[in-house]
Structure formats: C-alpha cells, structure tokens
C-alpha cells in the first residue's frame, strides 16, 4: 500500500489502484503552503510529506512528479532525453555493432578530410560515444498533441516509461480540463496503472473514481 501523509495537517492519501485522490484545500494561505512545500520535497529538500509503500519510506523526489503549470510540461526535458540516450546507447552497442563500426570509420575518414583542409595542425575526438552522437543531432521525442489532455497524457507516457515514475499530482487541473477530459485521463493512468492525485482550490464535485480529501478554512480535514 502506497499512502501519502502530511506529518503537520493530519490528512492522509491512499493511493490504490483505479482510484484518484483529491486533495481540496479551502483556504489560500495553506494551499500556497503545501505547494510550496510539496515543490521543494520534489527538488530534493525536506518538508512534511511523507510517501511511504507497506511501511518503507519513499524519496518523494524519486518517485513522483508535480506539475504546477501543465502548460509548461517538458517531454523532452534534461532528466528525460539523459535517460532516452542512455536507453539508445545501450542498445546500438549490443544490436547495431557492424553499423557503429561503419559509421565510425565514414567519420573518421570525413573529419580526416575536413582537417587538411587548415593551415593548422588540428586535433579532434577520434572515437565520439553514440550519446555524444545523439547531443550533437540534437535527437528529441517528437510530441505530437493538440490538446492540453495529449500533452499531459503524452508526458506520462514518456515520464513512466524512461523514468518509472507512476506518481503524479496534478495543481487546478480540473480549471482546464472539461469532465470528459478528466474521466480519459483517468482511464489512460488507469492502463497505465498510474497513481494520479490531484490538488484543488476548490471542490467542484466528486467523481465515482475518486476519493475525496477536504482541508476546509479551518484546517478541518473532511472525507466527502
């Protein structure tokens, strides 16, 4: 079991499998609070969330993401194209041996060329790596989406796939999501076995795959 708890506030998330968990919280301040908070435990710093699976605890860093601005999402970000090369390298070197082999020759031969071309006596890297290679042609994922919904689906299918983050919480999606929007990001994380958890200023209703937490004006916690 996977929970997710704030060691100050009281409220606890369960994280179970085809369930969406809601965190509403009424007042501003104390929003602007844990988002600040939950930021920082995402880049590595201490705070009062704890994510924990059966007793263990979890880095909150390692294990989740948190989008605050879903317009602004970057599927071909440092960690993930680091993580795409790295992927490709290994396996060029254990599929494509006779093409590195050849290609690497075809490059010496070209830089050989360009050389003796100045007055200088140049040197260069004789033997780049395939993920030198892949920098150098600037080699991304191509995103194809529309839609805010296929940005963020997209986003996690990549994000799940190179990183093996399945944690993802969301701020205010539902401002820019319609209700059908929402119930086929449900599903898509659902296949995906994604753990969805979304952060709210303001409760807009309750969905039958969600599970609810209210932190009301009062710091009350409510279950609807």
Known sequence: MIKLVHSKLGFSLILEENRVNELVVEKPSLLAEIVRELEDQCEGQAGGFILSEDGSTLVIGKNSFFVINPFSLDSNNRKILTKLYQDIDFQVKNELYEEQAEFCQSYLNYMDCICRQSEFSLTYN???????????????????????????????????????????????????????EIRELYKECFYRKVHLILIEAVYMGKYPEEVVCIVDKDACIIYP
């Open 126 to 180: 004789i033997e780049p790596t395939c993920q030198e290679l892949l920098k150098m042609a600037d080699v991304k994922i191509d995103i194809e989406a529309d839609t805010l919904l296929e940005r963020i689906v997209e986003h996690i299918k990549i994000s799940c796939s190179l990183l093996e983050r399945n944690i993802f919480v969301f701020l205010n999606l539902k401002l820019f999501l319609t209700e059908q």
